[in-house]
């Protein structure tokens, strides 16, 4: 129950420790219960955050608010305003095959991560931040009978990066050609190389990002015709490899209203009507160049 009013009065902080999803968080919550003049209000934040998760390469950073408001007019009605949401941030794990478990002895290995310039950084980042905002009106017709009627509208993104290339070598450091088992029987010599130099240095076992920046970094194109504006030539560093973002943006309109009605101790009755609209776009954004121009 979101209302404001049936929130009981109370300044609220506490602490929560995990080594799951994340590490720590912290929430303050204040409500101020129902005043003399009909009002009431309810404020809440936290933060669920970790510098990296149970599993390597992975991180999490969420946000979440919250906020209402009511309004009680005369006996038998009472209007509500609440509006929530929470901005999360995180970096995933990855499905991986067992041959780069066994050769990263865990697991927890990642695929997803690699170091640049000595750090650690994610290729497939999730974000979320969808708001709700909710109105709500609540009649008390008779003490056996009550109308509540509500309005809801929800929007915002989701998104997850990616490692995306064109007309190069595969990125991703579990790709079947660069494992010990693509030349076990054609190069057993090969194989046995590839497997220690596998086993002894982790960057073998991760994305190499210097090595994608390089590759865009040494790549000079010239584009003709650019837009199909004939005449129109650029030159510069093409990417070869990028960070994609694949996103879904959602807009949702809801509307309900039911009456709840009790005509004796043994039946009680509702009768309801509701709405929802929903649209959903399903797009792509270059998330970063990595060195390259275009």
């Not at 929903?278 to 390259?292: A, C, M, R, S, T």
């Amino acid at each position: 129950d979101s209302r404001a009013s049936k929130q009981r009065k109370q300044t609220s902080l506490s602490y929560a420790y995990s080594n799951r999803n994340y590490n720590h968080r912290i929430m303050l919550t204040h409500s101020t219960g129902l005043s003399k003049k009909g009002w009431a209000f309810t404020v809440s934040g936290s933060r669920r955050y970790a510098g990296e998760g149970y599993v390597p390469g992975s991180y999490y950073d969420g946000w979440s608010y919250f906020a209402a408001i009511d309004k009680k007019i005369g006996e038998k009605h009472l209007l509500s305003l609440t509006g929530f949401g929470a901005p999360t941030e995180s970096g995933r794990q990855g499905p991986a095959v067992t041959e780069m478990i066994k050769l990263a002895g865990t697991n927890f290995y990642n695929p997803f991560w690699g170091y640049q310039n000595g750090k650690v950084r994610n290729a497939s980042i999730a974000k979320t931040h969808q708001p709700y905002i909710i109105l709500t009106h609540d009649f008390r017709i008779s003490n056996t009978t009550n109308l509540t009627t509500a309005a809801g509208y929800s929007f915002g993104d989701r998104s997850t990066t990616a490692l995306d290339w064109y007309n190069s070598a595969d990125p991703r450091p579990d790709y079947y050609r660069y494992l010990p088992s693509y030349y076990k029987t054609t190069d057993p010599g090969q194989s046995a190389m590839l497997e220690e130099a596998m086993r002894n240095d982790i960057k073998l076992r991760q994305i190499n990002w210097d090595r994608l920046y390089l590759a865009n970094m040494s790549s000079n194109e010239t584009i003709v015709n650019v837009d199909g504006v004939s005449g129109k030539t650029v030159t510069g560093r093409r990417s070869h490899y990028i960070v994609e973002e694949r996103i879904i943006n959602a807009e949702r309109i809801n509307a309900n209203s039911v009456l709840n009605t009790r005509l004796n101790d043994n039946i009680d009755l509702s009768f309801g009507a509701s709405f929802q609209k929903q649209k959903n776009n399903y797009y792509k954004e270059v998330n970063d160049l990595l060195g390259g121009e275009f």
